[in-house]
């Protein structure tokens, strides 16, 4: 049939399949959607979720350009004495999380601890995936 980005976004939340999983020690890290136009002219726009458990979790549009500038929010951080690149590796442990990942985090507590709040900020971030959905549409159509 018609296959959308939307559809392989719900399906990147599916829990039921165990695609998405957000317990058991485990949780789905991120999540891709790419959408590859046919026409070379235009852009390839990928939604990059960049956070934990998609069912609750936003995809953000990104378009891949030339020079791009990283943004600080999802930039893991760096460390002068890093131990993955120490002889021997991996003797301490640095905590790598991003502020979009740790503000993720956060709203994933409220929507555990306060279910009408909760359920409220997730219609918000479900609107804003919309918004960059109609963006991309417009974009490529």
């Not at 549009?61 to 002889?87: C, E, L, M, Y």
Request: aromatic content about 8%.
């Amino acid at each position: 049939g018609h296959i959308t980005a939307e559809t392989f976004m719900a399906i990147l939340r599916d829990k039921a399949s165990g695609i998405c999983v957000d317990s058991e020690g485990f949780r789905t890290a991120g999540s891709m959607v790419s959408v590859l136009p046919r026409d070379p002219a235009l852009p390839c726009v990928h939604f990059f979720t960049a956070t934990p458990d998609p069912s609750r979790s936003v995809f953000k549009p990104f378009i891949f350009v030339a020079d791009i500038k990283p943004v600080p929010q999802v930039t893991s951080p760096t460390f002068r004495d890093d131990p993955a690149k120490r002889i021997p590796r991996f003797q301490s442990v640095v905590d790598r999380r991003h502020e979009l990942y740790r503000r993720h985090e956060a709203a994933l507590e409220l929507m555990e601890r306060d279910q009408e709040q909760g359920q409220e900020l997730l219609q918000t971030l479900r609107d804003l995936e919309k918004q960059g959905l109609e963006g991309m549409n417009e974009l490529l159509g």
